[in-house]
Structures are given as structure tokens and as C-alpha cells.
T-cell receptor
Framework: DAGITQSPRHKVTETGTPVTLRCHQT?????MYWYRQDPGHGLRLIHY???????DKGEVSDGYSVSRSKTEDFLLTLESATSSQTSVYFC?????????FGEGSWLTVV | AQKITQTQPGMFVQEKEAVTLDCTYDTSDQSYGLFWYKQPSSGEMIFLIY??????QNATEGRYSLNFQKARKSANLVISASQLGDSAMYFC????????????FGDGTTLTVKP
């Protein structure tokens, strides 16, 4: 357990609305990540952060933004949600050669 | 670009038998790492095992072992003495460079253990 908490765990939202997912960690990890997982597929990296105000894009960053104003919180924002962003979102931290994931946030865009 | 291929969408194994889940990878990096994760139906991602590209011995963690064949670019997961609780989706992943968090994942293999 790497002390990662995601919120909300489940959300249904309408197309065109902004949505923010929060990742909170309690163990002062510098490196944090957001991934998405679509049905029947593996995870794909959206954005990552190497510290406060130090963020960068991953493989599938279009339509997403992130912010990290405190070490413990890494926020993922869908600027204007679309149905293609219906997915499970995982926050993660890295520790040495291993990544540990949060429990996931199930987002449905209708 | 890195790529992970898991060619078995679904696998079945009898309880108490061993099973091998296949994973092949493609990278031009000399230094890389390979992971296996388990995802049960509840959805969480559970780290199982890690192998570094320079590790000479195959990694083992309890009933899990990683059959690393560098020349073939394969990193198969072997689960010995399968248990009903092993039924889950299994993902192979590879880290980019030195950052484990920036990993590429395969599409997964669903393992079903039969009683």
C-alpha cells in the first residue's frame, strides 16, 4: 500500500462538462502519474509529474490537463468531457523499479 | 517506440497446475525493466514481479517467476500451483528508460483457474 487515494471513485457526467479527478498520497512521493484503462486494454499514460509544478505529457494527453500545487495532490482535469473519455483512471506513484497504483476512478461520460 | 505484445487474450488452467503467460517486447533501449501486474475483477492493479534488463537471473516472487529470454525479447510469467484466486487479468509492462512510472502496457491476458 503506497498510501494513494483517488476521488471520486465513481462519477457519471455529461458531455461537455469539466471534470476533475484527485489523487492524494501521504508518503511524500515526488513522482506521480495518471493512466487510463479502456475495456479490454492495458493502461496508457496521460500525464506525469516529477514534483510541485513540474508536469509533462504522456502518450494520450489530448483533452486532459493536470496540476500539482502540493506534493501530496495530483489533479487530472478533463476540460470538456467527451464520450471517448469514458474510462477507468488510475493514479500511480513510482518507487525504485516499481509503480504502485491507486484503486482507480470509474468515469462515465454520457 | 516501445511495444508490448501479449498474444493470449484468454487462458485456462486447472487448479494446482502451472501456467505460462506470454509477453514479448520491442525496444531499442539497452536499459529497461519488465513488470507483471495482476488485475482481479475488483479492478485494482497489483504488482507481481520485476525483471531488469541487466539482471542475469530470472526473477522469482513466491509462486511467480519471470522467464526472461533477452535474445528472444520475451518475458513470460510462470505461475506455479495455480489457485482459484489467481483468476484475473494479467498485464505485462515495460518501463521507459529509468522511470518506472512511464511504462508501456500490453493488452493483457485473462486467466481462468478451473477447480
Amino acid at each position: 500500500d503506497a498510501g494513494i487515494t483517488q476521488s471520486p471513485r465513481h462519477k457519471v457526467t455529461e458531455t461537455g462538462t469539466p471534470v476533475t479527478l484527485r489523487c492524494h498520497q501521504t508518503e511524500n512521493h515526488r513522482y506521480m502519474y495518471w493512466y487510463r484503462q479502456d475495456p479490454g486494454h492495458g493502461l496508457r499514460l496521460i500525464h506525469y509529474s516529477y514534483g510541485v509544478k513540474d508536469t509533462d505529457k504522456g502518450e494520450v494527453s489530448d483533452g486532459y490537463s493536470v496540476s500539482r500545487s502540493k506534493t501530496e495532490d495530483f489533479l487530472l482535469t478533463l476540460e470538456s468531457a467527451t464520450s471517448s473519455q469514458t474510462s477507468v483512471y488510475f493514479c500511480a506513484i513510482s518507487e525504485g523499479d516499481t509503480i504502485y497504483f491507486g484503486e482507480g476512478s470509474w468515469l462515465t461520460v454520457v | 517506440a516501445q511495444k508490448i505484445t501479449q498474444t493470449q487474450p484468454g487462458m485456462f488452467v486447472q487448479e494446482k497446475e502451472a501456467v505460462t503467460l506470454d509477453c514479448t517486447y520491442d525496444t531499442s533501449d539497452q536499459s529497461y525493466g519488465l513488470f507483471w501486474y495482476k488485475q482481479p475483477s475488483s479492478g485494482e492493479m497489483i504488482f507481481l514481479i520485476y525483471q531488469g534488463s541487466y539482471d542475469e537471473q530470472n526473477a522469482t516472487e513466491g509462486r511467480y517467476s519471470l522467464n526472461f529470454q533477452k535474445a528472444r525479447k520475451s518475458a513470460n510469467l510462470v505461475i506455479s500451483a495455480s489457485q482459484l484466486g489467481d483468476s484475473a487479468m494479467y498485464f505485462c509492462a515495460m518501463r521507459e528508460g529509468r522511470d518506472a512510472g512511464k511504462s508501456t502496457f500490453g493488452d493483457g491476458t485473462t486467466l481462468t483457474v478451473k477447480p
